[in-house]
């Protein structure tokens, strides 16, 4: 496929402009979004336009301490990713899990989902340690009560992938018996093992999680988010969805509460649930976040029927809270071995602590592992004595405790006020701003 991308930087503004345009294809936009996040880059803007055969696409990025790029290396990375005859994902150089890419062939995948409690990861862990099984890498996110986790292990005496079908049979049991605890709904828990590597972790998981949010909806009549939405949770995003009958497309707003990897979150959802962008604008200079999206179906139609956009709207709504992460961050850093998320999460546990998002990785020997953590009994922010007591047992200079940003622009920002102004003014701001955007390309014929 013929394609090239153009890239400048812009002496005047403390940003990196990276302009593609390329022949389109479903799930581009997502492969481009993909790469520009995983080499850890802040996207403050953004604009999308695409004829259905073509496409470009402005990023405006920063690097991850707002800074404008003036790492060679990283510009040529941003290249080689989306550079001339390659804009079919070729991965990015560093996995969100971190792990290394030659190594993948020899692991174990496991795919767990089931109802979250205080205790279960460790609980999890644990089986794992003593079927033999070395955690090189891992990611659970916790949302509305349920948690997601795809966890990458290896054979503890082999350090190759587990093939014996007993083995795997007896951990995907145990496995699900754990996600059970006392439910007795068998569908209240999925536990899969494979030897499939899977692409890229965050948008397994929001498949994993979206699939399970559609589950529990067939079966007990209440769609993933209720609960949040119910207990008037700070920081709701605003989603609306509406229909554009006189362009042809569903036209697609969100509000919300700014963080690291939002846009791709968003664009992960539209495209597998095989919606195309065609036009959208994205501004993410503040606080908060605004996203407007002109899109259609994959067979060229626009969400017609209330039943479908109303689908698509909680559908976002869920990826954006999913991915908020609640709690005090502890990063672990030390010599890794078998049975080591065990004996933390056990720690974790035994001081009443409860993890509800986690990023673990190894790097040769070493272990880096990220973790947030709350009050286990209460779901509020955990007691200083505690964390105390938990860096004392495991090790002071092995557990840090590192600024949640995150947490400080949810208490600054309130989100849900003035939701329907905002959403007009919303709205009109990023149409005039991307209207003129498409009309300075040549692309539409008017911007008033």
Known sequence: MAC???????????????????????????????????????????????DGEWFMDVFHVVDQDGNKLYDCQVIDRIEQSLGAGSLSFRGPPERAVAVEAEAEEAQTTIELVGRDRPGLLSEVFAVLADLRCNVVASEVWTHDGRVAALVHVTDADTLGAIEDPARLDTARRLLRHVLRGSSRDKKAARAAVSA??????PRRLHQMMRADRSARRDGEGEGEGDGERERGGAGMPVVAVEDCAERGYTLVNVRCRDRAKLLFDTVCTLTDMQYVVFHGTVIAEGSEAYQEYYIRHLDDRAASSGEERERLRRGLEAAIQRRYTEGLRLELCCEDR????????????????SVTHAEVGTRGARAANVFYVVDASSGEPVQAQAVAAVRAEIGEQLLFVREHQDAAAAAANGTRSTVAGGRRSLGNMIRSRSEKFLYNLGLIRSCS
């Open 196 to 201: 499939r590597v899977v692409e890229h972790a």
């Open 338 to 353: 078998v049975g080591l998320l065990s004996d933390v999460t056990r720690v974790f546990r035994e001081h009443g602590l």
């Open 4 to 50: 090239g991308s153009r890239s400048r930087t812009n002496e005047m503004v403390d940003e990196y402009e990276k302009l593609v345009d390329s022949a389109n294809k479903y799930g581009t936009l997502l492969e481009v979004v993909q790469v520009l996040t995983d080499l850890k880059l802040t996207i403050k803007r953004a604009y999308i336009s695409s």
